[in-house]
């Protein structure tokens, strides 16, 4: 080894270390979950945006001759025009209000299940919209939302005295669970009752359930999705089509396979925006369940590893609040909520790239649909909550300032007195 390399050895060695340190450095700051959680929603919900508007297009016109081809792409817009304020309100909201919250939210969704059974209206084989006027409501969306705050306030009030039994979690976590399945299971909406499922799996692994009684409830819902699958031949169908999707290419496998040959169309870096040829009633539901097939034609791989990495850095900011917090229920409520966002667009992505079954699921943020993109919308907001609730966060929002919002109305005279005070200090 000459001279040179002995001597670069060390360099690199000694850069490699300092990156380290850098890195470990950033992560340690106390608003990294909080702009984390914010920028990754921005960035998804922007994307969601305008795929929305791409995919759309032809269905909108479809839906009505003459319509707009911008239909279902404002409608999209007015959902997020919505959402947005119910975020941030959200973000301003103390732990208590969660707390109190998941009763009424669990009331009001079963009541809303009952509804759906009764009134509501059935299509592509599932029960699960509610038809008022112009627009439509799918109750089993809030549904998960409600389960996150009740079960995770449930668990944090069984386990504030210490370790709680195994016996705890039947009365009254398992039968409100059970349900919500059920009221889920006669709608014949497989998608959501698998949600509601992986959110009770996580309540029951942060809380720290014995091993036999998660692997019994576990045991239990396979054994539930199986007859699920069996007692519906449609369901069958998808999954025959899930395992040999070329085979049934022009049959049940159509649109898992239309959606694989999206993606392949796309190549590394994709036809560009607008460009997608699969849009054109190819897809069936390009702008919602298989919206991920459309980002894939029109931005590439590329594309797709940015909308996966983003899920990935929102899950870990997720769990970075339930690791880094000491309350229980901000704790178990945090996971929750990420097992509920993250497994639901691992779910989907799964089943366009033919890793998983159909199961006609959204994709988070992305995906055509109000009633999926306000309790997502609301749950971002209450992580961003709960990320001030971290070691510090606190003080460094105080030390932060008023951000722009703050400052414009401290200009008009319109922000709060200490507001106005700190912006009068800066200013001098």
């Known amino acids: 080894m000459t001279s040179e390399a002995a001597a670069e050895k060390p360099a690199n060695a000694h850069d490699t270390l300092r990156w380290r340190a850098r890195l470990r450095e950033l992560l340690g700051r106390p608003l990294v979950s909080y702009y984390l959680v914010l920028g990754c929603s921005a960035l998804l919900l922007a994307l969601g945006l305008m795929m929305v508007l791409s995919a759309s297009s032809i269905e909108s016109m479809q839906i009505s001759p003459g319509r707009s081809p911008f239909y279902l792409f404002l409608r999209q817009v007015g959902a997020a025009a919505v959402g947005l304020p119910i975020m941030y309100a959200c973000s301003r909201l103390p732990r208590r209000f969660f707390q109190l919250a998941g009763y009424p939210m669990l009331a009001l969704s079963i009541i809303g299940l009952v509804m759906v059974i009764f009134i509501g209206a059935t299509e592509l084989g599932a029960q699960r919209w509610i038809y008022v006027g112009g627009f439509t409501f799918q109750p089993?969306?809030?549904?998960?939302?409600?389960?996150?705050?009740?079960?995770?306030?449930?668990?944090?009030?069984?386990?504030?005295?210490?370790?709680?039994?195994?016996?705890?979690?039947?009365?009254?976590?398992?039968?409100?669970?059970?349900?919500?399945?059920?009221?889920?299971?006669?709608?014949?909406?497989?998608?959501?009752?698998?949600?509601?499922?992986?959110?009770?799996?996580?309540?029951?692994?942060?809380?720290?359930?014995?091993?036999?009684?998660?692997?019994?409830?576990?045991?239990?819902?396979?054994?539930?999705?199986?007859?699920?699958?069996?007692?519906?031949?449609?369901?069958?169908?998808?999954?025959?089509?899930?395992?040999?999707?070329?085979?049934?290419?022009?049959?049940?496998?159509?649109?898992?396979?239309?959606?694989?040959?999206?993606?392949?169309?796309?190549?590394?870096?994709?036809?560009?925006?607008?460009?997608?040829?699969?849009?054109?009633?190819?897809?069936?539901?390009?702008?919602?369940?298989?919206?991920?097939?459309?980002?894939?034609?029109?931005?590439?791989?590329?594309?797709?590893?940015?909308?996966?990495?983003?899920?990935?850095?929102?899950?870990?900011?997720?769990?970075?609040?339930?690791?880094?917090?000491?309350?229980?229920?901000?704790?178990?409520?945090a996971a929750a909520a990420v097992a509920w966002i993250a497994g639901q667009a691992i779910v989907n992505i799964g089943a366009v790239i033919g890793v998983l079954p159909v199961t006609g699921i959204p994709l988070p943020l992305v995906s055509y649909g109000g009633s999926a993109l306000l309790p997502t919308l609301a749950a971002l907001g209450m992580l961003l909550s709960f990320a001030k609730q971290e070691p510090g966060a606190a003080e460094a929002l105080a030390a932060r300032g008023p951000g722009p919002a703050a400052r414009a109305l401290s200009w008009l005279g319109l922000g709060r007195p200490a507001a106005r005070a700190r912006s009068r200090r800066a200013g001098r």
């Open 140 to 333: 089993s969306e809030p549904a998960k939302l409600a389960l996150v705050l009740w079960g995770a306030d449930m668990l944090a009030r069984k386990a504030r005295g210490g370790l709680i039994e195994w016996r705890h979690l039947l009365v009254p976590l398992m039968p409100g669970v059970a349900i919500l399945a059920v009221l889920v299971m006669l709608g014949r909406d497989l998608g959501t009752t698998i949600v509601l499922m992986l959110i009770f799996l996580t309540l029951l692994w942060v809380v720290g359930a014995p091993v036999r009684l998660f692997v019994a409830v576990l045991a239990l819902l396979v054994l539930a999705t199986a007859i699920m699958i069996m007692v519906e031949p449609y369901r069958m169908a998808r999954l025959t089509g899930f395992l040999h999707v070329w085979d049934s290419a022009t049959g049940d496998g159509y649109q898992a396979a239309q959606g694989q040959i999206a993606m392949g169309t796309g190549g590394w870096f994709g036809l560009g925006l607008g460009s997608s040829r699969a849009k054109w009633d190819w897809v069936p539901h390009a702008e919602s369940d298989f919206i991920f097939s459309i980002l894939g034609e029109e931005l590439g791989l590329m594309g797709t590893l940015v909308v996966v990495a983003l899920f990935g850095l929102l899950g870990y900011a997720g769990l970075r609040i339930a690791s880094r917090v000491s309350d229980p229920f901000i704790r178990l409520a």
